[in-house]
């Protein structure tokens, strides 16, 4: 329907929104190799197996949209998601 459709718009605009904040937030805070860790929960599901050296091999499921963002977000901020990467 037409109104589901608007909500879904309104999330992914809060969403964009949250990530542009954390990026900047991200940009604003990390420095040279220093360490810097982003935790919470993020609603996101990474799906099982390995990507590039962002995901590790030991991710659950199959991948959802928001999984997907924290991957996007990642690969931009050239992290690792570190909970991937331990059994």
């Excluded at 542009?20 to 609603?43: H, I, P, S, Y």
């Excluded at 990474?46 to 991957?71: A, T």
């Amino acid at each position: 329907s037409k109104h589901t459709h608007h909500v879904t718009m309104h999330q992914m605009t809060k969403l964009n929104v949250f990530y542009e904040l954390l990026d900047q937030t991200v940009a604003q805070n990390k420095k040279g190799r220093e360490c810097l860790v982003v935790m919470g929960d993020f609603n996101g599901k990474l799906g099982k197996g390995k990507e590039e050296k962002i995901v590790g091999p030991y991710g659950l499921g199959c991948r959802n949209d928001n999984g997907q963002e924290v991957v996007d977000f990642t690969r931009r901020q050239h992290m690792i998601i570190a909970n991937t990467w331990f059994q």
